[in-house]
């Protein structure tokens, strides 16, 4: 029975040992060997490894995938304009030299995020006290993210990191002077709005000067085709009235006469004493001249 239980210790032991020079390699993560606390070998491959057993030899984990770094705290950053902004920022970066990343913050990657912040935090101050606020609101966004990871690279190389991209979350004003900001772009936008409206205003009275001016041309253009054409007719009218009136006197007397009816009694509420033997009355009182015919018989 203890020939048995010894050898039963003996496999677990044996086991034990061989357990603890297999380790395995997932393809998210470095595996960094060390031999008596120096870095022997740093293996990227996943799959099963094996290793001298501990003491001898220990094994340390790196997360290889990218890591994201978010801006602490804003703090205000001064333009070239000496306005203040606060921006908010992160950085995407990754370990590509374990042997450098360990050498310079050790195996806690928190450890290198604090030692990054403030030299991200720099760069970009560098970046925006060159450029205005609105070409940090619009324009020049994109150059001042470029030039800081420009700025990062040297850094990244000793700190064993690779930058994989920055990007700018949020740029607005102080608390300080955001309300002041606010007033003078209201102020500049009703001045605007007022210079519009005035040039609308004078372009408008230009439009209705013009359309005037066209409206009392083409009104006297057509007055004076009509009394031409009027003039014409008259003329016309005149001729016709003379050769008719010339063929037959007596018509034409007769004719005027009743021109002088249609105008005197016009409307039927005028009231005309004359007497009825007068010249005025002499197309009505027949051929004869005489006396107003009699009124028929009933």
Request: aromatic share 8%.
């Amino acid at each position: 029975m203890n020939r048995i239980g010894t050898i039963v210790v003996g496999v677990l032991l044996a086991i034990v040992v061989i357990a603890s020079t297999l380790f395995v390699v997932d393809q998210r993560q470095f595996a960094v060997v060390y031999a008596l606390g120096e870095i022997k070998e740093v293996i990227s491959e996943p799959g099963l490894k094996w290793k001298l057993p501990a003491p001898l030899q220990n094994v340390v984990m790196l997360d290889r995938r990218t890591q994201t770094l978010d801006s602490p705290e804003s703090k205000p950053i001064f333009t070239a304009e000496k306005k203040s902004l606060v921006i908010d920022w992160l950085l995407k970066w990754r370990i590509t030299d374990p042997k450098q990343f360990i050498r310079n913050n050790g195996v806690d990657i928190r450890n290198a995020e604090s030692r990054l912040t403030p030299i991200v935090q720099a760069a970009l101050n560098e970046e925006v006290t060159k450029r205005t606020v609105g070409a940090m609101l619009s324009t020049e966004r994109e150059k001042v993210m470029q030039g800081v990871i420009k700025r990062l690279s040297d850094d990244a190389k000793s700190f064993g990191i690779q930058i994989v991209d920055v990007r700018i979350k949020r740029v607005d004003f102080s608390a300080n002077i955001t309300e002041s900001v606010y007033r003078r772009m209201e102020s500049e936008r009703k001045r605007v709005a007022n210079e519009l409206r005035s040039q609308g205003a004078a372009e408008g009275e230009k439009i209705r000067a013009d359309a005037d001016r066209q409206r009392e041309v083409i009104v006297a253009e057509a007055y004076r085709d009509a009394q031409k054409l009027k003039g014409e007719g008259d003329a016309k009218a005149s001729a016709l009235y003379a050769e008719s009136f010339g063929k037959d006197p007596q018509f034409a007397q007769f004719y005027r006469s009743l021109e002088a009816y249609r105008s005197a009694f016009r409307n039927k509420t005028d009231v005309m004493v004359v007497d009825p033997s007068s010249d005025f009355f002499r197309a009505m009182r027949g051929s004869g001249g005489g006396a107003a015919p009699a009124a028929p018989r009933k």
